[in-house]
């Protein structure tokens, strides 16, 4: 899920905690002291190819396949401007531009909505069980959507699903009636709204958090009431963390491909996203038509982000940092407590433990049966999964990408925040961008961008090429969770340490990078989640041999084999679970919202 | 600090360096923080940069260090260059040590693994043990095994001081050391501070905002302004003859009475004051016609005291403050405002009608500045 993961943490504090700003994706660069140091350093250098490399090459790519009249790697292929032509004057795509955003800024405007109403209910008010209902929002974080989205697909399709077929007989209806359709845009909709929620409410909560209650208080004494306070004081204070996570979830859902590609969303609209993969995939493939479709699609996120980053920049302005630590004040709620506790059940039930009930329910069964009547609990289908060998060779490339592709980028992301954070050259602010960059490209865009460079190249479909794919997926989160851990380590403690006569280098081994340390880890935690499901840029960039996990659960489902699908989105599960528990108990490392 | 542990911390090898600065100048794009200043300091010798915020004094520190490029002029330090056009030698590498504003205690390591840092290439036995001498000399030898972050802002403060001068530095750096402490114990640390450099005799550079410290620090002050250097001196002497506007401003109060010189230039005319104010040192020519006379408040007389004194003007009192030591008491001269000093017992009431004086010797004149 790579649009979701990679921008799905904008707010990266370190568990350190105290954390200044939770929303920021802003330049970092620009918020140092602008001071220009005349010669950039070595490091800056190397930084900046880097990534140029990493990032911007690919991208720039994808422009220039758009431009071509054949596959990439034929020699044939030359310039021409037909794609480019067939795409951009296409009523076809141009209407289907316009159903894709418009499904984005619908998806966005609910999950804003529902993400504020949460985020202040649960940090306003006195609902029951509220450590509970906060986990359960935040759980289908650790759900990727891509197996939330197969897991609805097993229980919303139309003929087969297990809701429809479960309910024609129990409610005596006609055979082939259709109660819940999850391969329609509303069903798109409706599962993308479950798996973005918890990211709006998360910005817009610790917004709430870092909040000056007294702000609130002073309204109250001013004879207002809580509705009032509420819409006049709280909401303008924390709007441009509700207009930050707008735009991030609308440039999510321009660019995914997991979620309507998962519930098979083909009849008549399809989004771009999945245009983008079917004409590379699918015969005759037209790549070149995929790639300019690519850089339609990729105006619209740019755009999307720049808007994220202006609300993000003003998100400083109005939240103020390190107040006192008074409580706000708790509106009681009276006999609501009841209802709103159980629509926030609801939504757990929804988003968590419905998909997993489905999914194990899937695996038990030695055929894809839906129908409670003809259940023949097995294990078949594990046996048959883990006879397969290339479940074997899934499972290592999934562990492979989860340990290098975090490890690579949080290195990485530590130099690159390092010259944002600490460097005072010119280039910083470059580097501060680049790095950045990959959130405004839909995965399946890039993915398009890496198979045309490197297609002639001994990397092509191998597990490195995926690797360093991902590695430039995650560089925003890598360098944010750095920068935001560097930043509140005070520059003065290095200084100290060259002044007792330590080299920068060794300044920055036994100062900078202890201090960190916490700041890497759950950066490290967080990329492992992300690495070890993703699905938009592996299914394109991964090859026979390196596919992970993810992408073989994608090609059993397009067998139309839900069982062995089933079998593996639990095995996905079990991996990620896997990584947070050896976070927890051996690099004591928590995720939690307060620190995402 | 012990009387015992002073001696120790003082072996005759550790003397401080001479410092040379030279027509320093620090850019920053086109802003321009420190605008060409020079000023010599002489081993062991104590001195303060002092100046309101943004005048520089902090980024000429730092750039001292090293931790901050020059654009222009030079550095020395005994005589050999550290900075200068084309060379920059790393702050590691010149010998010296800062204590910085913020303590910088790294909170990853023990006190006495702060204090040992800069320590390396020290034989182990050898290197405890000074780590061990310094913590005695700062009164923390029994906090070695505790984290900086467990201490108190003056442990703290003490811990960064240790760390300093383990390593034997030539010139220690002070950047505004006290200004996060509270009052009580940012006297008692001013005294510990300046008996520790003078037992260790290392070269001191200090940087402040506050007169108090400078003045009662320093062996010289160097009066900074906006990236210029208004007056270096000692700190009577700027307390005394301040030699401009700003340094009469700065440091202590003064009135400042703007006006015209007269011909003899022992006199200054002022508009709305009949005879011109007298000083008992004629003016210097390079101050120009256009003069201000400055005083201090408690050079001003009142009453009976005005009797054998030059300038005696009459005044009405306007406003009276108790300030407990004293009474600040605002006299109005005609269009003019004079600030005085009485005993906490003087009898004044507001709108009374009094004379006040100055004697010649309390004045003295500096060139006018337009604001």
Redesign the interface.
């Known amino acids: 899920m790579t649009l979701l993961e990679k921008g799905s943490r904008p707010s990266a504090s370190p568990r350190t905690g105290g954390s200044p700003d939770p929303t920021a994706t802003v330049s970092i660069a620009t918020r140092s002291k602008a001071r220009a140091r005349r010669r950039p350093s070595t490091l800056t250098i190397v930084v900046l190819v880097i990534l140029t490399g990493l990032i911007l090459v690919p991208v720039a790519t994808v422009f220039y396949g758009a431009f071509q009249s054949g596959a990439p790697g034929l020699p044939t292929s030359r310039f021409s401007l037909d794609a480019v032509l067939s795409v951009y004057a296409s009523p076809k795509y141009l209407l289907s531009l316009v159903g894709t955003l418009a499904m984005a800024l619908v998806v966005a405007a609910l999950s804003v909505l529902f993400g504020a109403i949460a985020a202040w209910l649960l940090a306003r008010t006195n609902v029951l069980i509220r450590s509970v209902l906060e986990f359960g929002l935040i759980l289908p974080l650790f759900i990727s959507p891509f197996i939330g989205a197969v897991a609805w697909y097993m229980l919303g399709a139309p003929r087969s699903g297990i809701i429809n077929v479960n309910l024609q007989w129990m409610l005596g209806l006609p055979e082939d009636s259709v109660i819940v359709n999850i391969s329609t845009v509303p069903g798109v909709m409706f599962v993308e709204l479950l798996y973005f929620l918890p990211y709006t409410y998360m910005l817009i909560a610790s917004s709430l958090r870092n909040m000056d209650p007294s702000l609130e208080e002073a309204s109250y004494l001013n004879g207002r009431g809580i509705v009032a306070t509420a819409l006049r004081v709280t909401l303008p204070v924390v709007r441009p963390s509700v207009t930050a996570s707008f735009f991030m979830i609308a440039v999510f859902a321009t660019g995914i491909f997991s979620i309507p590609a998962a519930l098979g969303l083909d009849t008549g609209f399809s989004p771009l996203a999945v245009q983008v993969y079917r004409k590379m995939t699918v015969f005759p493939a037209d790549q070149p038509g995929a790639a300019a479709i690519g850089t339609l699609l990729f105006w619209f996120t740019l755009l999307g982000i720049y808007f994220y980053r202006r609300s993000v920049r003003n998100s400083r302005r109005f939240v103020t940092m390190g107040g006192k630590a008074t409580r706000p004040r708790m509106v009681k709620l009276g006999w609501w407590r009841w209802p709103i506790t159980i629509v926030f059940l609801i939504y757990g039930l929804l988003a968590a433990v419905l998909p997993y009930l489905a999914m194990i329910l899937l695996a038990l069964q030695p055929f894809p049966i839906t129908d409670f009547r003809q259940m023949q609990p097995s294990l078949d289908s594990f046996f048959s999964v883990f006879k397969d060998p290339a479940v074997t060779g899934a499972l290592f490339n999934t562990l492979w990408i989860g340990l290098a592709a975090p490890t690579i980028a949080v290195v990485l992301g530590l130099a690159a925040a390092y010259v944002a954070v600490r460097e005072k050259s010119r280039l910083s602010g470059v580097v501060d961008y680049i790095s950045n960059f990959p959130m405004a490209v839909p995965g399946i865009v890039f993915a398009t961008g890496i198979v045309w460079l490197y297609v002639r190249t001994p990397l092509y479909l191998t597990l490195a090429l995926l690797i360093i794919t991902l590695v430039a997926t995650y560089m925003p989160q890598a360098t944010r969770f750095a920068a935001t851990g560097l930043m509140q380590i005070d520059g003065s403690l290095e200084e100290a340490a060259r002044m007792s006569g330590a080299s920068r280098l060794r300044a920055l081994l036994t100062i900078t990078t202890p201090l960190v340390r916490p700041a890497l880890m759950s950066s490290w935690i967080l990329l492992f989640i992300f690495s070890s499901r993703e699905v938009n840029e592996a299914i394109l960039v991964a090859g026979p041999h390196s596919q992970p996990l993810s992408v073989l659960a994608w090609n059993y489902m397009s067998d139309g084999t839900l069982n062995l699908t089933a079998v593996v989105g639990i095995l996905m599960s079990l991996v990620m679970l896997a990584g947070l528990i050896v976070a927890r108990l051996v690099f004591r490392v928590r995720l939690s919202s307060a620190q995402m | 600090m012990t009387e015992s542990g002073t001696t120790t911390a003082a072996p005759a090898d550790r003397i401080g360096a001479s410092l040379k600065v030279d027509g320093l100048r620090i850019a920053?794009?086109a802003v321009e923080a420190v605008k060409g200043i020079s000023f010599s300091i002489e081993p062991g010798e104590f001195l303060t940069l002092l100046g309101p915020s943004g005048c520089g004094k902090s980024t000429t520190l730092r750039c001292i260090?090293?931790?901050e490029?020059a654009s222009g002029g030079t550095i020395s330090i005994d005589g050999a260059v550290v900075a200068g056009p084309g060379k920059h030698v790393?702050?590691?590498k010149r010998g010296?040590?800062?204590v910085?504003?913020?303590y910088?205690v790294?909170?990853?390591m023990t006190v006495a693994k702060n204090v040992g840092?800069?320590l390396?290439g020290v034989p182990g036995a050898e290197a405890r043990q000074r780590v061990e001498e310094v913590l005695d000399l700062v009164g923390l030898g029994r906090f070695a095994s505790r984290y900086g972050t467990e201490l108190s802002g003056g442990q703290q403060q003490r811990v960064?001081l240790a760390?300093?001068i383990v390593?034997r530095p030539k010139v220690l750096?002070f950047d505004e050391p006290l200004s996060n402490l509270d009052a009580g114990l940012r006297e008692q640390m001013r005294f510990e501070i300046l008996a520790l450099q003078r037992a260790t005799g290392i070269t001191a550079v200090y940087v402040t905002h506050d007169q108090t410290e400078a003045m009662s620090m320093s062996d010289r002050v160097v009066l900074l302004n906006d990236g210029s250097i208004e007056q270096a001196d000692e700190p009577r002497e700027i307390y005394r003859r301040p030699r401009t506007e700003f340094a009469a401003n700065f440091v202590g109060r003064a009135n400042i009475l703007p006006g015209v010189l007269t011909a003899a230039r022992d006199g200054l005319t002022v508009a709305g004051i009949a005879a011109p104010v007298r000083a008992a040192e004629a003016a210097d020519r390079s101050i120009g016609d256009a003069a201000s006379a400055v005083f201090r408040s408690e050079s001003v007389r009142v009453g009976e005291a005005t009797a054998s004194v030059e300038n005696v003007w009459p005044a009405t009192v306007e406003r009276v403050s108790f300030l407990g030591r004293n009474l600040d008491v605002l006299y109005r001269v005609g269009d003019l405002e004079v600030r005085g000093e009485l005993p906490p017992g003087s009898d004044v009431a507001v709108g009374q009608s009094v004379r006040i004086g100055v004697r010649a010797a309390d004045v003295h004149y500096v060139p006018h500045e337009s604001r």
């Open positions: 920053y794009g260090a090293g931790l490029p790393q702050p590691e010296i040590n800062m910085f504003q913020s910088a790294w909170p990853h840092y800069g390396k960064a760390r300093a390593t750096l």
